[in-house]
């Protein structure tokens, strides 16, 4: 019996009602999984999306409604052009093939980051695949793709600033509510718990603002080894700890 059978029900060691609502994961160790395996590190992200696909379905088996994963940095240009170009490819052709199964699934996808500068078949895909998922209810899943923190930050601060600049805001209107109508992840709530594989202890500029009072968890599994045994112990430590918000 597989492990995706034996978890197919939440597990009984969980409670419902705290789980996490937004699960936000840093899907890190494709390369390292493909070179302990003695394979060309795009294996490692082939493999990647299988666990990708699972750990998506896992949310919906287990009542978990929304799941950000990141994707594609802004940084991640500056790997090997091989890489990236097949990376690119990739990405379109799962959207392509899965974009059925998602609309079966009810599955709601959307992509946050600078989304201009991709390849234009891309820009397509993504944009079919947002039109044809956008009254999906069951899950909301979004991809940061070329996206960084900090980037979204400034062009944040920028489009205000032009709407002070122009009369159209004063300086006392900008609120958090206003602030987070500029953000990529504009509508969407703040995630309750990050996950990132492969025992890196920092955010790597991903969700800065989005990320302020996120539970934790690493874990030196590589992603394409996260299953979902690997997901039950994130979410039994997320459910020992008390959040309080900065409060006693």
Sequence with gaps: MTVKHILKELPVDLDYHRLPRHIAVIMDGNGRWAKRQGKPRVLGHQRGVDTLKDLLRCCKDWGIPALTVYAFSTENWGRPLEEVEFLMTLFERVLRRELKEMCKENIKIRFVGNLEVLPLSLQQEIARSMDDTKDNRDIDFTVATNYGGRQEILQACRAIAQKVASGLLKPEDITEELWESHLYTAGLNHPDLLIRTSGEMRISNFLL?????????????????FDRIEFHKALLAYQGRERRFGKV
């Design 209 to 225: 603002w989005q990320m302020a009072y996120a539970e934790i968890y690493v874990t030196e599994t590589l992603w394409p080894d």
